[in-house]
């Protein structure tokens, strides 16, 4: 086998993850300056302009040490880089899996952060070789002595830390030595049965669903036939490759590679993150650890704004699918908003990626509602239903009780703003498990909320709270039952299915009445009194009243400056055309998020 | 293309010169200096040379055009020397064929109006005087950062009348800060009591790069809503009509035989020449505006080149011209004709809007008649929703 090394970066976000990985790619003569357009293994549009990764990649680089105990040697270095995002923590567990050790990357402006110690913990958690890496040295407000102490309590040592400014290059040759000299090669049995992990995987038009693998055991080559042992399919590899980071062919994967291959697979639906590819004639008996098929944590309805264009929508949500597993969704009715789809999430920040990538790639006009976690809702009956929508919840005679998805969250703040975080998570039902001390001045919270209560502003609030210090880090935990409501919106009497919320009863008053109050704000005015009304069981609780539109004129089109005023008008009607006509009011979409910004005034 | 006995043109002449900028203006409007004016003048001679020209990006006019109204508009056309205006108007007189023109109006601001300056304006063929009187309010005219006081509004027009002027206009703000009905109500009071042949109401709009944008933003404005707004206006229209001014615009009231004849060429969709910094026209189917930064207004004339705003040129169409055909003609009370357009245009907008149309008679907005439309009392208030419907670019 040659000299290889598999490693990832993790990191909290912003701490640099990207601009390192471009270094190293850049160093090691894999793509030189130009040729990069910045951060390279950032490709979605989307993601660049968020600075965030949604999907792992993965490129193969080659170094050879100048110095030191391996100088001379080639080794290949295999960087799979993996979704920035607790939303993605499963993908970010397939990628850590097929790596052997990860560069812990911090701040060095910023230190440890909740992230970073979710990541150092995961990391651990697959047995892999860590070397902490200070990062962003080059600033002036720098405290990598801090950030070098704060690693120290996790573990490592002093010299152990690397000292790296990914943006002027500091510390990079020493960095690429240290993963050569520290990260353990891959070990694994070119002679066994096939055993490689899907971490990732693409669409390509021509080639269909090429999967992104680590080869464990054996040897994949163009022509072998292979089956994916969860998903069951059986596929003829048409071509293997590596990546540097474009796609290059090779004649074949060895264990302990990365790579790439294709084999005509239709739709990321048939080959799942974190599946194993073996050989259908001579297959392992049993599947890789570690699989878990995906389950979308906070669903949302996704209408077209204009009823032509709801075939549009579907085959772009089956074009989204097919890169997409996590991504879900079937056909929905809204009495409000008319036929569109229930689409599933991981969470918050991949419904808005998808929605946003919809809108852009497809040039669609659609209105989201608001999301909603499952929630599961036993019947007198004795009959048990999983509710994603809250317009669906059967009618109050016939539950029992609703039990809502929970989760643990941990935040990790400046000890000033203890105070503040606490009030947060109180004033969103969490229960208070445990507050302790770190160094550096920070402590560490940890809550049990409801997810639907994250959902609601959560991360907003908390940044506003702690003037942008506090980080959050939570995973799913379970079920419990709750007190819970159906929050019912009547916009000019009729109620308004898709702005259905359902919320803890005492807090059912106080939520309508900022609902209407965001509504009257986000909805423009008509030529009508419209009544804004929150109910509770048939019982209205808050009411507004969006006053008629009495004057809207333009007072003269002066010197005959016709155009300028028409392109007004022009813009003017385009805006109402993205609005959902309910009744006969225009609601434009941000209203159907208001619900989402109900928590406290920023 | 045009010949000179084609129908009349209208001409629009702009004198950007102020001696302040109003922090509520939007209008190409720059600083008066001694000599400025002069200098402009020239440069608008030269202009309006280049109009003339074939072959240009836009539609020419031909050499002895008769014109039917003229308009200087500003800015205030007032404060430039009454020689410089004279020039102006000789050096129009020698390109346009000005025997024929039925009005000719300046406007003025009510400060510093000299009585030789008035007559001037009479001798080079004005007739009709523009005063921007805006409120009689003290208050509401510091508000706006006016330089006057409603007692020289009073004396603009004693001296207009002494010049000889026989048609006089007031302009008039509602919905101003700190505005209320009843001070609108002593406005409307104080300027009848002028005699003015003509009153025009503007409500104010309060433009993005404006100074009151920014106060606004900030919260400094209090401004009436647009229910006390929409008091304001129905106030003015009643008051208005029971002394005698017919409504025939939005915003424009007039004694019988006094409808400005040059606004109603806008508002008709007829065909108007624009002269000057930030001046609009529209010829032969084709609208355009020259650029309002007068450093590039003054490089492009002197270089010969049409000093043209690329963003605000563009060739309607026989679609595009009925559409703003309807967006202007319903401003008019009176609303349009389909046998008219349909004879203009080759198009008749009660089939081409027909589904518009129907939708807005039903909410009130538009009366549909047997030949005619026309906006109803409610749309007039809400004219923005009827013509957006006809803002097609």
Request: with cysteine.
């Amino acid at each position: 086998m040659p000299d290889i090394r598999n490693f990832c970066i993790v990191a909290h976000v912003d701490h640099g993850k990207s601009t390192l990985a471009d270094r190293l790619i850049e160093r090691t003569g894999t793509l030189d300056r130009r040729a990069m357009s910045e951060q390279v293994l950032d490709q979605l549009e989307v993601e660049r302009e968020r600075g965030i990764t949604v999907k792992a990649q993965a490129v193969r680089m080659l170094y050879r040490p100048s110095r030191g105990p391996s100088a001379g040697r080639e080794f290949v270095l295999n960087l799979i880089d993996t979704p920035g995002h607790v939303d993605f923590s499963y993908e970010v567990s397939r990628a850590l899996a097929a790596c052997e050790g990860a560069l812990l990357l911090v701040d060095a402006t910023q230190g440890v952060e909740a992230q970073t110690l979710a990541n150092f913990h995961l990391a651990l958690d697959h047995g892999l070789a860590l070397v902490p890496v200070v990062n962003k040295i080059d600033l002036p407000n720098a405290d990598p002595e801090r950030a070098r102490r704060e690693l120290g309590e996790l573990g490592f040592l002093p010299d152990e830390c690397l000292l790296v400014s990914a943006k002027e290059g500091v510390g990079v040759e020493e960095l690429l030595d240290a993963i050569v000299e520290r990260i353990p090669p891959p070990a694994g049995d070119p002679g066994a049965p096939l055993a490689a992990l899907i971490f990732d995987s693409r669409y390509d038009a021509y080639k269909g669903v090429v999967p992104y693998v680590r080869l464990f055991d054996g040897r994949l080559a163009r022509g072998d036939r292979v089956r994916l042992m969860q998903s069951g399919g059986e596929y003829e590899v048409t071509e293997v490759g590596v990546f540097r980071p474009q796609p290059v062919p090779v004649d074949e994967l060895v264990a302990g590679e990365v790579g790439y291959f294709a084999a005509a697979i239709r739709s990321a639906k048939e080959c799942r993150v974190g599946d194993t590819v073996t050989h259908a004639d001579r297959p392992r008996p049993m599947p890789l650890p570690g699989y878990r098929p995906a389950v979308p944590m906070v669903f949302a309805g996704v209408y077209p704004v204009s009823a032509e264009d709801y075939d549009a929508l579907r085959e772009a949500l089956e074009r989204f699918q097919l890169n997409d597993a996590a991504l879900v969704f079937e056909p929905e009715t809204s009495a409000a908003l008319g036929f569109g789809f229930r689409c599933g999430f991981l969470g918050l920040l991949h419904m808005e990626v998808v929605s946003e990538r919809l809108a852009r790639e497809f040039g669609l006009d659609l209105v989201t509602t608001a999301p909603s976690v499952v929630y599961r809702v036993r019947l007198r009956s004795g009959e048990v239903r999983e509710i994603d929508n809250p317009a669906k919840l059967p009618d109050r005679s016939l539950v029992e009780a609703i039990a809502e998805p929970m989760v643990l969250a941990e935040v990790i703040a400046p000890h000033e703003f203890v105070g503040p975080v606490m009030e947060l998570c109180q004033g969103r039902r969490g229960r208070f498990l445990a507050l302790d001390y770190l160094g550096g001045e920070r402590a560490r919270l940890s809550y049990r909320l409801p997810l639907a209560e994250i959902m609601f502003d959560f991360f907003d609030q908390l940044k506003s709270r702690s003037r942008g210090y506090a980080t959050l880090d939570y995973r799913p935990d379970g079920y419990e039952e709750g007190d819970l409501v159906k929050l019912e919106v009547l916009v000019a009497g009729e109620p308004v299915d898709a702005l259905a919320t359902i919320v803890a009863r005492g807090e059912a008053e106080a939520r309508g009445h900022k609902l209407v109050k965001q509504l009257k704000e986000l909805i423009p005015r008509q030529q009508f009194d419209v009544a804004l009304q929150a109910a509770v069981g048939g019982r209205v609780v808050a009411r507004e009243t969006l006053r008629a539109l009495r004057k809207d004129v333009l007072a003269k089109c002066y010197g005959g400056d016709v155009t300028r005023k028409r392109k007004l008008l022009e813009r003017q009607r385009e805006g109402k055309k993205r609005m959902k006509r309910v009744g006969r009011v225009d609601i434009p979409q941000e209203a159907f998020l208001a619900v989402l910004r109900t928590g406290e005034e920023r | 293309m045009r010949t000179p006995a084609a129908r009349p043109l209208s001409l629009y002449v702009h004198l950007p010169f102020c001696r302040a900028k109003c922090p509520y203006c939007d209008f190409a409007v720059a600083l008066y200096r001694p000599g400025r004016p002069e200098a402009y003048v020239e440069l608008l001679v030269a202009e309006a040379e280049l109009a003339l020209a074939e072959g240009g990006p836009v539609p020419a006019v031909p050499r002895g055009a008769r014109v039917a109204t003229v308009f200087f508009g500003g800015g205030t056309p007032t404060v430039s020397p009454p020689e410089a205006l004279r020039r102006l108007a000789s050096e129009l007189a020698r390109r346009f064929d000005l025997s024929g023109v039925r009005e000719w109006t300046v406007e003025a601001n009510p400060e510093g109006l000299a009585p030789e300056a008035l007559s001037a304006l009479r001798a080079l063929g004005a007739d009709r005087l523009s005063i921007g009187a805006q409120t009689a309010e003290p208050g509401e005219l510091r508000a706006l950062g006016r330089r006057h006081l409603w007692e020289d509004v009073e004396a603009a027009v004693r001296g207009a009348r002494r010049a000889g002027f026989g048609n006089v206009n007031l302009d008039l703000m509602f919905g101003l800060p700190g505005q209320t009905v009843a001070s609108w109500r002593r406005t409307l009071e104080a300027a009848v009591a002028l005699g003015p042949e003509h009153v025009s109401t503007y409500g104010l709009e309060v433009e993005p790069g404006t100074p009151f944008y920014a106060f606004r933003e900030r919260g400094l404005l209090d401004l009436p809503d647009d229910a006390a707004q929409a008091e304001m206006y129905e106030e003015a229209r009643a008051f208005l009509r029971a002394e005698g001014y017919e409504q025939y615009e939005i915003s424009n009231f007039a004694r019988p035989g006094f409808a400005s004849r040059h606004n109603l060429v806008y508002w008709d969709n007829g065909d108007y020449l624009g002269l000057g910094l930030g001046a609009h026209s529209h010829v032969d189917g084709v609208r355009w505006g020259n650029t309002r930064n007068l450093r590039r207004y003054r490089e492009s004339v002197v270089q010969g080149v049409r000093p043209l705003d690329p963003e605000a040129t563009e060739v309607r169409g026989p679609a595009g011209e009925l559409a703003d055909a309807m967006l202007l003609g319903l401003r008019r009370l009176r609303g349009v004709s389909r046998r008219v357009l349909r004879r203009r245009f080759g198009l008749d907008p009660g089939e081409v809007f027909a589904a518009d149309l129907r939708e807005l008679a039903a909410s009130g907005l538009v009366a549909l008649g047997k030949d005619r439309i026309r906006l109803t009392r409610k749309g007039l208030l809400l004219g923005n929703l009827v013509f957006e419907r006809f803002a097609l670019g």
